[in-house]
């Protein structure tokens, strides 16, 4: 397991960076929104989170707003929510390709229930670090 580097909460005010967190608290509540959407309708929540417009549209302004981030600690988040979205994006693919086979459909389901919790703690523990003006933890290379 590699070693992530802990980004310290930022206790001084900013105000170049208002505008994007609050960018980001609306990409969070988009990604939540999709989630959500997951745990109350008839398919899965990692399969909402990437199938869902409420996630696409936040992964779209994820990539045409994190130039305005790029050096601050809102960089970690914007990173962050990309992987969690790619990441998810993987998973359901997995799920998908042992779903052609009998005996992968039990493993699948266990994946795509896997993905969707993984999904939630991401959303969750991403958007509480936001609230609390905390970077995500960025793996070290």
Avoid at 33 to 48: C, E
Avoid at 65 to 90: E, I, M, N, Y
Avoid at 101 to 120: E, R, S
């Amino acid at each position: 397991m590699t070693e992530a580097e802990a980004i310290p909460p930022q206790q001084e005010f900013n105000a170049e960076l208002e505008g994007p967190r609050a960018w980001c608290h609306v990409m969070y509540g988009l990604h939540a929104l999709s989630a959500a959407s997951g745990i109350l309708g008839p398919a899965t929540i990692v399969s909402y989170f990437v199938f869902g417009w409420p996630s696409i549209i936040a992964v779209i302004i994820n990539y045409v707003t994190r130039d305005q981030v790029r050096g601050t600690w809102l960089a970690t988040h914007w990173r962050w929510q990309l992987r969690s979205f790619w990441f998810a994006a993987l998973w359901l693919l997995v799920a998908g390709f042992l779903m052609f086979t009998l005996i992968g459909i039990p493993a699948a389901i266990m994946v795509m229930v896997g993905a969707g919790l993984w999904v939630l703690y991401r959303v969750i523990r991403g958007w509480l670090a936001l609230l609390d003006r905390r970077g995500m933890p960025v793996p070290v290379a």
